[in-house]
C-alpha cells in the first residue's frame, strides 16, 4: 500500500500567516493527490483536487502544488475558521490510502 | 444540490451484522460511483471500496473483503454497505462518498458501536 507521511502532525498558527503543510508518498503517485479539511464533528471537505486543481467554493487563499512523491498545501493568510485537521489523499493505487493528518492549532 | 444522507447511529452486539444507507439527491446516481470509507479517532480514515451504480460493479480495498458489501438500489438512490461479522475492530464513522479515486461529496457519517 501506498504509504503518505504527513507533516507537520501539529501547527500552531497566527491568524494572516502563510502556511504550507507536507505530504510525503512512499511511492510515485503521479498528481492523484487530493487534500481534504475536517472540522470536528464534521465530515471531510474536499479543498484540492490532483494536486493543485482548485475546487469551485473553496476560497483562493488554498493551493496545492506538487507531483510524484512529494505535495504542498499552502494556506495565505489562515484564518480562524481554518483550524482543523487537513488530510491528504491517493487515487493513483489500490487500495487508496489517506494520510494520518496535520491538525491546525492557534498559537 | 448534492445530497448524501446516511442513516443513523447502530449498536449492535459483538459478532452481528449491521446494513448502512446512504441516501442520494442532486445529481445522476445512475452513472456515478459511490465509496465507503471508515473514520476511527487517532484519527485516520481507511478507504473500504467502490461500487459503480450503472452496473453494481465493486472493488474492494483487500482488508475490507469478507467484511463490507456494497450494494446499490437505483431506483431510490441508495447506497448500502453491510458489515458482517461485528467486532470492536469495526466500531468507526463509515461514510459514504461520491467518486471514484477522490472523494468530492460525503455524507454526515454513520457511527457503529459495538457491544454486548
Known amino acids: ?107 | 444540490q448534492v445530497k448524501l444522507l446516511q442513516s443513523g447511529a447502530e449498536l449492535v452486539k459483538p459478532g452481528a451484522s449491521v446494513k448502512l444507507s446512504c441516501k442520494t439527491s442532486g445529481f445522476t446516481f445512475s452513472t456515478s460511483y459511490m465509496s465507503w470509507l471508515k473514520q476511527v479517532p487517532g484519527p485516520s480514515i481507511e478507504w473500504i471500496g467502490w461500487i459503480y451504480a450503472g452496473d453494481g460493479g465493486t472493488n474492494y480495498n483487500q482488508k475490507f473483503k469478507g467484511k463490507a458489501t456494497l450494494t446499490v438500489d437505483k431506483s431510490s438512490s441508495t447506497a448500502y454497505m453491510d458489515l458482517s461479522s461485528l467486532t470492536s475492530e469495526d466500531a468507526a464513522v463509515y461514510f459514504c462518498a461520491r467518486g471514484k479515486v477522490g472523494f468530492a461529496y460525503w455524507g454526515q457519517g454513520t457511527l457503529v458501536t459495538v457491544s454486548s
Open chain 1, 1 to 107: 500500500d501506498v504509504v503518505l507521511t504527513q507533516s507537520p502532525a501539529t501547527l500552531s498558527v497566527t491568524p494572516g500567516e502563510r502556511i504550507s503543510l507536507s505530504c510525503r508518498a512512499s511511492e510515485s503517485v503521479d498528481t492523484y493527490l487530493h487534500w481534504y479539511q475536517q472540522k470536528p464533528n464534521e465530515s471531510p471537505r474536499l479543498l484540492i483536487k490532483y494536486a493543485s486543481q482548485s475546487i469551485s467554493g473553496i476560497p483562493s487563499r488554498f493551493s496545492g502544488s506538487g507531483s510524484g512523491t512529494d505535495f504542498t498545501l499552502s494556506i495565505n493568510g489562515v484564518e480562524l475558521e481554518d483550524l482543523s485537521i487537513y488530510y491528504c489523499q491517493q487515487g493513483n493505487s489500490l487500495p487508496f490510502t489517506f494520510g494520518s493528518g496535520t491538525k491546525l492549532e492557534i498559537k
